[in-house]
């Protein structure tokens, strides 16, 4: 039986996840016996699901197993019950037990917990992957190691299949519960191992193993797709990050194809901190909509997220849920004021006799005085020659003198005369 041992090292506390199957239990086997030199300690973790009537005995079992053999073995019930009809039994098991794996490595200063997944369930998974959609953002099966919490988490059987398990467990004599639950056909994992698999490999012409080779094609392709996703992000001018949104510009990236455009918004939304995946449904129609002719929108993500098109870019931004300022504000003397997100510095040279100011909103007819130039440019028209989105002109500052003269516009104007008198700092572009 091939164990993959160089996945730790002799000086780590090697903890397995042991269910009483013949796979975790011929693992277990091995590290007590043929692998006893390749690790410091070694702990078992083993999960009662309560879901059938033997999970009791292989409790009993496995401790008593553990204690003959000197091995500490930490044991947790997870109710499942409730959960019986859910048909994602499965996989809200599966979240249930490393919860509760990662607060064990945690407590008992495990280095790397162990779990006795081999070939055929890597085959099973690839398949299950392939036609349920989970290959085109994911690797397409199962990693032999993977960082967690403080630990990793090694698969070393995974060049293992499970006749050559069976042969192991026969030559020595290995006590283990067969899982009666195993055959049946009710989940779609069980189909694909006990229906679907072995019906392909009664066909001379098919081989299932053959998805070992896509897989290693896959991941490969995968890998230079999130290189290139990250290059695009952090070593190319298209992207600005700030902390309070992130600008792309949005004729480059419709230049690239469908998966680097995805891993780019995947990649992006990471950083920001979220975690939930975007579908690639939702994908499809905000790529639609980059690269149609609509030169102002706002795109809803999530409870949490927009993108937002401005004309020649697209803005990842928070949806914040804060309601921008509208009413003016009167100031009559020198000194830094806040207006929206906007920083407003009225220095001590500003000219006394101009205040009162009213930093305001923009209103209908307002104008501006051309610097350097004769005549009057209307601020609507400002802010379409600067191609500022229609929401965010609801929070720019307008600064109005006492003569009624508009001498400011958020950082988009200022009048020749105030140049030095004045700074406005839009704060979201810091």
Sequence with gaps: MKVNTPLWTEQDHVVVAVSCGVDSMCLLHYLLYEGRDSYRQLTCLHVNHGLRQEADEEEAFLIEYCKRHHIALYTHHLNMNDNRQD??????????RYQWFDRMMKACGGDVLL??????????????????????????????IQERQGYLLARPLLDTTKDEIRRYQATNNIPYFEDKSNASNDYVRNDIRNRILPFIEKNEQLESSQLLRLKRWHDEEMDQIHRSAHHFIHRSTYVELLP??????????????????????????AMEGKHEAISEKLYSEVFKQLSS????????ISAQWIIRIAYDKFILMARTGTTPRTTAQSVSKPGVYHFNHYRINIHQTFPEHLFPLVIRLRKNGDKIKLNHRSGHKKVSRLFIDHKVMRGEREHIPLIECADKQIIAVGSLYTHAKYINDIDIKDLGEE
């Design 115 to 144: 779990t006795a997944h081999h070939q055929d369930d890597q085959i099973e998974t690839i398949f299950y992957r392939l036609f349920t959609g989970r290959s085109t953002r994911n690797s397409l099966g199962i990693a032999d």
């Design 87 to 96: 048909n994602h039994i499965e996989q809200l098991a599966r979240e249930g």
């Design 293 to 300: 002719e609509t030169a102002q929108t706002d795109i809803t």
């Design 244 to 269: 309070s949104k992130i600008k792309i510009d949005r004729s480059e990236f419709n230049h690239l194809n469908f998966n680097l455009k995805v891993s780019v918004l995947d990649q992006l939304f």
